[in-house]
């Protein structure tokens, strides 16, 4: 199965950065698009980026010019630099990927998330 592990997360301060990455590894045949959401407490899971596998970006209203998704095809890897950083950006961030597998049936392509890393934005 595939399995898709984020790390960057912890403690920064308003106005400061981080560099989220995630990592797919499994029977991947191939990627169509991977991601970063958000989940603040007591509220749902909305997307804050997302990139595909031709290169198109497309971002949440809210962090458009102060993030940049990117990727290494090569190391089915995707980062999510975040600059001038915000209180309302703390959440825990979630990795997805829109990833085809090779099954017994043929291909097949699926949604996966990973666990979350916590992103805390406190002075």
């Known amino acids: 199965q595939v399995q898709l592990v984020e790390s960057g997360g912890g403690l920064v301060q308003p106005g400061g950065s981080l560099r989220l990455s995630c990592a797919a590894s499994g029977n991947i045949f191939s990627v169509n698009a991977m991601g970063w959401y958000r989940q603040a407490p007591g509220k749902q899971r909305d997307l804050v980026a997302r990139?595909?596998?031709?290169?198109?970006?497309n971002y949440a209203v809210s962090v458009k010019g102060r993030f940049t998704i990117s990727r290494d095809s090569a190391k089915n890897t995707v980062y999510l630099q975040m600059n001038n950083l915000e209180p309302e950006d703390a959440a825990v961030y979630y990795c997805y990927g829109d990833i085809v597998t090779w099954e017994i049936q043929g291909r097949v392509s699926n949604d996966y998330w990973g666990q979350g890393t916590q992103v805390t934005v406190s002075s």
């Open positions: 990139i595909t596998s031709s290169g198109l970006t």
